[in-house]
């Protein structure tokens, strides 16, 4: 590949990442008022943070139920981290709380 190859393909992603990122911008008042995209606005944080879980937890690959090691572990130190969070509502002494949980169990 020479240096024109390689000019143009950095061009070609740079003009896609910047129209890309440009584009909410752009089509703002189409997207203030649809409802499709008000779901998601109220949506996604709660979906991303379930995901989260899910890998964290190691649930990504269910199908193969040998790759679940330490699950139980997992699931008391998430427990202990809701639980905490649950009482006393501060995010990062659930987060170092269940931390500290799952590496003493480990």
Not at 22 to 47: G, S, T, V, W, Y
Request: glycine share 2%; hydrophobic share 60%.
């Amino acid at each position: 590949m020479d240096n024109l190859q390689l000019f143009i393909i950095i061009a070609i992603m740079s003009i896609t990442t910047f129209a890309l990122r440009a584009m909410p911008f752009i089509f703002r008042r189409h997207i203030e008022n649809n409802q499709f995209f008000l779901f998601i606005k109220n949506k996604l944080p709660a979906m991303m943070m379930l995901v989260l879980v899910f890998y964290a937890v190691g649930l990504q690959d269910i199908a193969n139920i040998s790759s679940i090691e330490n699950l139980d572990k997992k699931l008391i130190a998430l427990s202990v981290t809701v639980v905490v969070h649950w009482l006393l509502r501060n995010f990062l002494l659930s987060i170092g709380v269940g931390a500290v949980c799952y590496i003493v169990l480990l």
